[in-house]
């Protein structure tokens, strides 16, 4: 790809060097000025919007029913083997919350009391029954409880305990005692080896902020609890975060030293050159101040997703740095020919010359892979979700910055520094290009050109079969989202062995989501999923099928209760929970209960009736009315919450599926936060796979136009372009046997495949069109090609391979996800470009007869 405008373009780099370096600086500190005029700030993912029933549900609910106010969270009190149903284990849990209480920063985050649990459901009981007269209306405050308990000795105590936890109990008390308990707890039982509290705090957020004050008093509420008990901890939103964050940061001061040692070692051995390695540094650090000022301008909040484009950036500037720079000195020692000629090899040339004819042939290309890489990047912005479309805008951007200072500013530093080295200390600056001169490298990138000359089918062969393989694991793929995959591990036994500064810290936060999931699952409104039933909700039948659905319901993803049926909450456990304190309406079912299962079975819509008017609240939290008819009612359905979001839904369509099969008059929707959750995953995945199909499109049509405007080989672009393709088939086949889902989170990853895919393939198609016009046989253009342009994409491989592939000793499992994908991406796009792409070029050619000599 090299002609009369690379040629232009490169004497003017070559020549006017010092004016090209002032200008890059004046624009590079104009971009940069964006830091200072806007301050980033911190964002979340965002929302978008998706038309399906169960979104539609989700609005109904929120309009009908709204959603419990307040952040909510759990502590697990636990004693493995022991039993925290103890009088001293229930006083502690009640000093403790009033000590929380007591201290302003946490007291004030507190909603109401701010605690709900069987210690206080026990104490409750205890201030009722010693209370003479009528029982109290109100709930007794925290220190009446912690009196009532006091006064209790271990026989009274355990007699209390056991009328609270009988399964018949009519102790009066707030609250269901069995919803505080594990599923493997017996119903009648005295004992366990952990408890639930829900801690419920204020919300005083602005709509699209977090609660912060709450998060922050989460983190120092667990640090209390580890105090007060020996196993028990704290889950919720603010110590997700705060473990999320700290196992980032800890991640990163493993990770970065590591990174760059391997980043040195790797460029020492390409380069052999201080000042070079030096200057691809301060390139990078110009691109780092171009993404800063863009993000700046652009007012582009940082978020999760986003952490993808530096490295990203890094990548394509070691690249096009070692590009530019190997080619420059293979055109010092005479291996490349000026810009626009052919023939035998030219001597060896000064610096200027030597720039010219090394950018002159390299610069299309590397201009090629940035557009090419910046549309396929920048194809995300059709995507519904705005972190999504802030990643499209800002690679791009940074894409192209990359291309300025690296196509721009890079070669005249290289120019100018050469040229004050030898004339002003008189040291000659040329060097051998890596995998050029004898070595390993060299020895190794001859051996895959002899085999692309020798056995070009065979090794296509190959590399289809793979393909297929690849092809058939990408079918077998994980493409659940699951947030217990964002969650911290506890680091392995090497890192205790780190310097202090560098020894990570513990996190337990994994298995503690793990079971909290399995023994209790989450309480709050956003952790479970919900069924909106609508249609003749008060027919006889609608209550009894609820009730049928409910006992039946066998799906992983459901809690179940103690007494072994279904976490599901109704309008049947709040008939029964009202009932059992009401007798007027506990009358009233009965008279219509002809199964003996405590729910009416006629006449309906009166105890409906009847139960607003007795308990309006109760009511209203499952059944929704509109001029006084009952037109709605809800489910809520306790979930395991380590299952993913697209297996809770499907479990949760499954209990609607069966309501509608006993009751033909209704028609029951899967909703909630979690199958919602699963519906905008779905929708977002599908979105990336066709920004995907847009992409590799929009890059085929490109290379196409390329390589017929240049070469009059428009089928030259789907030469180049397929092994990108089927790299990718074989990057979802190794995350097949690794076992790492394709979700809207490594979709994102695994774009970066086709982002340096298309840059590699790009160079090294290019070098060997050009080397086989310019060499008499296909060996000589073969191992030419494949020695020079192979000798760069393998130091850049190898150098982003392992600056991305240390992510994968990070203790965040995101950070893992990404350094394996996209260290693997890397390799496998460097394998197909060397390997694969010259076999495809050899048989074109040989099909074709159009490259060449003799065209």
């Given at each position: 790809?090299?002609?009369s ?49 169960e ?44 000590e ?7 007291g ?13 459901v ?15 209306t109100?709930?007794p ?5 912690i ?7 271990e ?14 109990s009519t102790?009066?008390?707030?609250g ?5 308990l594990p599923?493997s ?9 952990s408890?639930?509290?829900?801690l ?40 997700r ?6 196992a ?12 760059l ?17 030096l ?36 990548g ?10 190997m ?9 490349l ?7 035998a090899?030219?001597?060896a040339r ?17 201009a ?41 500013f890079?070669?005249?530093?290289k ?6 080295i ?34 070009p ?14 092809a ?12 217990a ?8 036994g ?17 298995d503690?989501?793990?079971y909290l ?6 309480q709050?409104s956003?952790?479970r ?5 609508r ?8 209550l ?5 659905a ?25 008939l ?7 007798e ?17 079975d ?8 009847l ?13 929704s ?8 009612a ?33 028609r029951a ?25 847009i992409?590799?499109?929009v890059?085929l ?43 809207s ?8 495949a ?21 060499q008499?046989s ?11 342009t192979g ?27 990404f ?15 060397v ?13 074709t007869?159009s490259?060449?000599p003799?065209?």
């Amino acid at each position: 790809m090299t002609g009369s405008i690379a040629g232009r373009y490169a004497e003017l780099i070559a020549h006017r060097s010092k004016t090209v370096i002032a200008l890059v600086v004046v624009v590079t500190a104009l971009v940069t000025a964006g830091v200072a005029v806007t301050e980033t700030e911190a964002g979340d993912v965002g929302r978008f919007d998706v038309d399906s029933e169960e979104t539609r549900a989700a609005t109904f609910v929120q309009d009908n029913y709204g959603q419990q106010e307040g952040v909510f969270s759990q502590i697990v009190v636990r004693e493995r083997g022991g039993d925290v149903l103890t009088l001293e284990s229930m006083q502690q849990s009640l000093a403790l919350q009033q000590e929380i209480q007591n201290r302003p920063e946490l007291g004030e985050t507190l909603q109401g009391e701010g605690f709900v649990g069987l210690e206080n459901v026990v104490a409750t009981a205890a201030v009722f029954e010693r209370t003479d007269g009528p029982p109290p209306t109100e709930q007794p405050s925290l220190k009446e409880q912690i009196d009532a308990l006091d006064s209790l000795d271990e026989t009274e105590f355990e007699a209390l305990l056991t009328r609270v936890l009988d399964p018949e109990s009519t102790v009066l008390g707030d609250g269901d005692p069995y919803q505080f308990l594990p599923s493997s707890y017996t119903p009648g039982e005295t004992t366990a080896e952990s408890r639930l509290t829900l801690l419920i705090q204020t919300d005083e957020s602005s709509e699209n902020a977090d609660p912060q004050a709450a998060y922050d008093a989460q983190v120092a509420i667990d640090e209390l609890v580890e105090e007060q008990f020996d196993d028990s901890f704290v889950f919720g939103q603010g110590v997700r975060d705060d473990a999320s964050s700290r196992a980032t940061g800890d991640s990163f001061a493993i990770i970065t030293p590591v990174a760059l040692v391997l980043i040195l070692f790797v460029l020492g051995i390409a380069y052999r050159d201080v000042l070079d390695i030096l200057l691809a540094f301060v390139g990078i650090v110009g691109v780092m101040a171009w993404l800063g000022g863009i993000m700046g301008w652009l007012a582009i909040p940082m978020n999760v997703i986003l952490i993808a484009v530096p490295f990203l950036l890094i990548g394509l500037s070691i690249d096009y740095a070692l590009h530019i720079v190997m080619r420059y000195r293979e055109a010092r020692s005479g291996r490349l020919d000026e810009p626009g000629s052919s023939g035998a090899e030219s001597p060896a040339r000064a610096i200027r010359p030597a720039m010219v004819a090394g950018l002159g042939s390299v610069i299309l290309a590397i201009a090629a892979a940035t557009f090419s890489t910046g549309v396929g990047f920048f194809s995300n912005i059709v995507s519904p979700l705005p972190a999504i479309r802030d990643f499209a805008v800002l690679s791009a951007g940074g894409i192209l910055a990359t291309f300025v200072i690296f196509g721009v500013f890079v070669p005249a530093a290289k120019v100018e520094l050469d040229s004050l080295i030898e004339e002003r200390f008189g040291r000659n600056r040329a060097k051998p290009a890596f995998g050029v001169g004898r070595g390993v490298a060299n020895r190794l990138l001859s051996s895959v050109a002899g085999l692309a000359s020798r056995s070009p089918v065979v090794v296509i062969v190959v590399a289809l079969l793979l393909a297929t393989g690849g092809a058939y694991g990408a079918t077998t793929i994980d493409t659940e989202f699951n947030q217990a995959d964002f969650l911290p591990e506890d680091p392995p036994g090497w890192t205790e062995q780190l310097p202090g500064p560098l020894e990570p810290g513990s996190y337990t936060i994994a298995d503690e989501f793990s079971y909290l999931s399995s023994n209790f699952g989450l309480q709050g409104s956003d952790d479970r999923s919900q069924i909106l039933i609508r249609g003749n909700v008060t027919d006889d039948a609608v209550l009894q099928s609820i009730e049928n659905a409910t006992r039946t319901a066998d799906a992983r993803s459901i809690a179940v209760r103690p007494d072994g049926q279904a976490a599901i909450e109704g309008p049947q456990t709040v008939l029964r929970e009202v009932a059992r304190e009401n007798e007027t309406l506990a009358g009233a079912i009965q008279e219509r209960d002809t199964t003996g299962n405590g729910l009416p079975d006629s006449d309906v819509t009166a105890v409906y009736d009847l139960l607003f008017e007795i308990d309006d609240e109760a009511a209203s939290a499952v059944l929704s009315r509109e001029d006084g008819e009952v037109t709605s009612a809800r489910l809520l359905v306790g979930l395991r919450s380590e299952e993913s979001a697209q297996q809770i839904a499907a479990d949760t369509r499954a209990v609607a599926t069966s309501i509608e099969a006993g009751a033909p008059g209704v028609r029951a929707v899967a909703t909630g936060a979690p199958v919602t959750e699963a519906v905008l995953q779905d929708a977002l995945l599908e979105n990336l796979i066709q920004a995907f199909a847009i992409t590799l499109v929009v890059i085929l049509l490109f290379l196409i136009l390329l390589f017929w405007r240049q070469y009059g080989q428009p089928s030259l672009g789907v030469v180049v372009l397929a092994p990108v393709v089927i790299a990718l088939t074989w990057l979802l086949g190794a995350m097949a046997v690794l076992g790492i889902p394709f979700n809207s989170e490594t979709a994102v990853i695994t774009s970066l495949a086709i982002g340096l895919g298309v840059d590699y393939s790009i160079h090294a198609g290019e070098r060997y069109i050009a080397e086989r016009e310019r060499q008499d046989s296909l060996e000589d253009a073969l191992e030419a090609s494949v020695t020079g342009t192979g000798g760069a994409l393998l130091a850049s491989a190898g150098t982003t391979a392992a600056g991305f592939g240390v992510l994968a000793l990070a203790l965040s499992p995101p950070l893992q996800r990404f350094g394996l994908v996209t260290g693997s991406a890397i390799v496998l796009a460097f394998f197909a470009s060397v390997t694969l792409l010259p076999c495809l070029l050899v048989v074109h050619e040989r099909l074709t007869h159009s490259i060449g000599p003799n065209r």
